[in-house]
């Protein structure tokens, strides 16, 4: 539904919040973007693998102590 106006300053104030609310959106965009940037710097990357095989080795352990299993070791035979 369209809005009726009576007045240019009806007009005027509500371009300004139109104007605000925009500005306010572009900001969002940037922190976002910031946000991303740094979230995918190499530092992170690289901290975040490390820690993703640390996590899985911890895991394989518990598992293989829980299943019993035992590491084998691979003997060469001549």
């Known amino acids: 539904m369209k809005k009726r106006y009576t007045s240019y300053d009806q007009v005027d104030r509500d371009l300004k ?21 740094s979230n995918i ?3 992170v990357i690289g901290s975040d693998l490390f820690g993703s095989v640390v996590q899985k ?16 070791v691979a003997s060469s035979k001549k």
């Open 17 to 37: 919040i139109l104007k605000l609310q925009t500005d306010i959106d572009k900001e969002e965009v940037k922190l976002s973007v910031d946000q991303v940037k």
């Open 57 to 72: 080795a911890l895991i394989l352990k518990a598992i293989s102590k829980i299943m019993g299993i035992k590491k084998m």
């Open 41 to 43: 710097s190499p530092k």
